[in-house]
């Protein structure tokens, strides 16, 4: 706590000075550099401020599932636990980042998707394909990036209230204050649903029981520029979400619940150097999870990052830089003191000898503590225009790369069962991609195509053993889909129009039978549909704007063998507003239909859904 207290005054010192000193305008002296300059080309999807305007009350995971080809496996209704499964790969094997922080839990290895509220962040970036040279363990099937931005220019103030079906309230509030050399800003969320819909069940239906979610945010973030061009900043996330936890179709008896908490502090200073840029950073992350009354899991992790990048030359951009993490757990079915030591020295270069191509080479060499040998991770990634002129741009590119991911510490730690032999998970990757881009007046087109195959071995499954269960490196999967996306944005006269559109097709196929059960072979794995795709429409005039969207998921097998699966589905929302503004101030009235065609569907097997709902919003802004 005093840790976090001292961050907080570090945060509050721009806001006591800003009044006491008149404003002066302050060159950028630092370049902020983006470890994205370092990422494959083709493969990031961006989640803007337009895009994820819809979702500003629900969490991440409700703006990706309806946004992208990422799949969304949601425990029933909002709130519910929900895991991500990005290129067919496991929850486990996708990383969401902070500030470059893996904030998967660290005990279980994955992210709930459905307690990180969309209002705090002004965008979420999507890097597909294996990406573990570049972010680290766990980016088997991706990254998902949560962005803040940086506090405004002056003085802004945002309140949004949503009220909606099944006893939905939604209550948010941004406030920044800056100029060039300080800033400051607040956002907070406290967000509750009943999820009292009705559930038809054999020849009655009944009020869904013990759904309800309670999820609050506060998050304090804030930069203050130095005389000598060197940027301090710091950003704390705290972050509470309390929900029951939705029993299966039929049961209306079920009670149990499930508390995190959660706080994360990261605080960095940057400066711009000879041809380049420095940076450091530590963040502290507090996790605490508790299921019912029984002993809760708490755990402590800091983390130091920092680097060198080099910027000085057209032909050339190169990072050296490490992170050093500590992790001391307090879960009751640990060995007391028990710790984990993890680093990774890193190396990211992007060559671009010509206008028309590129080439980006990225080399980690990660260690864990009880790791019996170290792996090397590289990737490199190739990128070349063939066509480039003022309406067209053309662009293949070509990646190939090896992934991986360490042991959680349940897996290392659990007694019974854990297993300090256990090898990370490992794999390789490769990818073939087209981007076309058509630009004429007002007119935008681009189009985005790519294959890929990833092979990977050593996958961690928890298997019976001795009357416990224990993990081993049991699987082999191969990965191999096809994804693709269209987007047109047009402006006439006083309209403007925007269409997208994508598709993805997964096949992730077990190579190897586990628990004994050849009859996995060449299966499908469980709740991995092969194929998902989106659309939306979006017409703006006056103010006004309608926004149409619609998601389709493909039939998902529920266990190994492919013998039992739950229905493909497609939902339908629609999105209507209307902008009123007046000097610096400005207003959007809001409603929302959700499963416009009350279809009735299963994400999960056996957990209800609702159907048709409402959702109705005020934002105000002062800017």
């Known amino acids: 706590m005093v840790t976090h207290r001292l961050f907080v005054c570090i945060l509050l ?83 969401l980042s902070w500030h470059g922080i893996d904030i998967n839990s660290q005990t279980l290895g994955q992210s709930d998707f459905s307690s990180t509220p969309t209002f705090l962040f002004s965008d979420i970036t999507v890097h597909q394909g ?33 009220v909606g079906s099944f006893g939905k309230v939604f209550s ?55 005389a000598g ?28 619940q499930l508390r995190n908490v959660n706080w994360r502090t990261y605080l960095s200073y940057d400066q711009s150097v000879n041809s380049g840029y420095i940076k450091s950073g530590l963040a502290v992350v507090i996790d605490h ?28 951009t190169y990072r050296l830089g490490a992170d050093i993490e500590l992790a001391l757990p307090d879960v009751g079915a640990y060995e007391n003191n028990t710790r984990q030591w993890r680093y990774a020295p890193h190396a990211f270069a992007k060559f671009t000898p010509l206008n028309e191509f590129s080439a980006t080479a990225n080399l980690r060499v990660p260690y864990q503590s009880n790791q019996k040998a170290v792996p090397v991770i590289p990737s490199l990634d190739l990128t070349y225009a063939v066509v480039t002129n003022q309406k067209i741009t053309t662009k293949v590119g070509a990646q190939v790369a090896r992934a991986f991911r360490f042991p959680t510490l349940n897996d290392l730690y659990w007694q019974p069962g854990g297993n300090l032999n256990l090898k990370p998970e490992d794999g390789v990757a490769a990818e073939l991609g087209l981007d076309f881009a058509w630009v004429k007046g007002n007119l935008d087109v681009r189009y985005q195509i790519d294959h890929y195959r990833s092979w990977l071995s050593e996958m961690i499954v928890w298997l019976p053993a001795d009357g416990y269960w224990s993990p081993d490196n049991a699987q082999d999967v191969h990965l191999t889909g096809v994804e693709n996306a269209l987007k047109v944005n047009w402006t006439f006269s006083e309209w403007q129009f925007g269409l997208s559109s994508g598709h993805t097709f997964n096949r992730s196929v077990n190579e190897a039978g586990f628990m004994g059960n050849e009859s996995s072979n060449g299966k499908q794995l469980p709740y991995v549909p092969k194929h998902k795709w989106n659309a939306r429409v979006q017409l703006a005039r006056g103010g006004w704007s309608v926004d149409l969207r619609a998601a389709h998921t493909g039939k998902r097998y529920t266990e190994a063998s492919n013998t039992s699966e739950i229905d493909a589905y497609s ?40 159907g048709r709902n409402y959702l109705f919003k005020l934002n105000y802004i002062f800017n």
């Not at 806001?15 to 494959?40: G, I, K, M, P, S």
């Not at 294996?130 to 940086?150: D, E, N, P, R």
């Not at 996330?237 to 939705?246: L, S, T």
């Open 571 to 610: 939902l339908y929302d629609a999105h209507f507003s209307k902008q009123l503004s007046w000097n610096s101030h400005e207003l959007v009235v809001g409603a929302s239909v959700k499963n416009i065609w009350d279809t009735a569907y299963q994400n999960y097997e056996l957990r209800a859904t609702p």
């Open 13 to 95: 010192l721009p806001a006591l000075a800003y009044a006491q000193e008149a404003d002066t305008l302050y060159l950028q002296a630092v370049e902020v550099a983006d470890v994205e300059r370092y990422a494959q080309e083709r493969i990031a999807g961006q989640l803007d401020s337009l895009t994820l305007e819809p979702f500003r009350s629900s969490s991440i995971g409700d703006a990706l599932q309806q946004s992208t080809g990422v799949y969304i496996k949601q425990y029933g209704a909002e709130g519910q636990l929900s895991s991500i499964t990005l290129r067919g790969t496991t929850s486990s094997q996708t990383r």
């Open 289 to 316: 999870q508790q299921y019912n009354e029984s002993s809760p899991t708490n755990l402590k992790r800091f983390i130091w990052d920092g680097y060198y990048e080099y910027l000085g030359s057209e032909l050339i």
């Open 130 to 162: 294996a990406s573990s040279a570049l972010f680290g363990s766990g980016s088997i099937g991706g990254t998902v990036q949560l962005k803040s931005g940086s506090p405004n220019q002056g003085a802004l103030f945002n309140v949004r209230q949503e």
């Open 229 to 256: 061009g060197g940027r301090l900043t710091a950003d704390v996330w705290y972050n509470y979400h309390f929900r029951e936890i939705q029993p299966i179709i039929g049961d209306q008896s079920g009670e149990d």
């Open 172 to 226: 948010g509030m941004k406030a920044s204050l800056g100029n060039a050399k300080r800033g400051l800003s607040l956002a907070a969320v406290n967000s509750i649903v009943q999820n009292d819909f009705e559930v038809a069940f054999r020849n009655e239906t009944y009020k869904q029981n013990n759904a309800a979610s309670d999820l609050k945010a506060i998050k304090l973030n804030g930069f203050y520029r130095m």
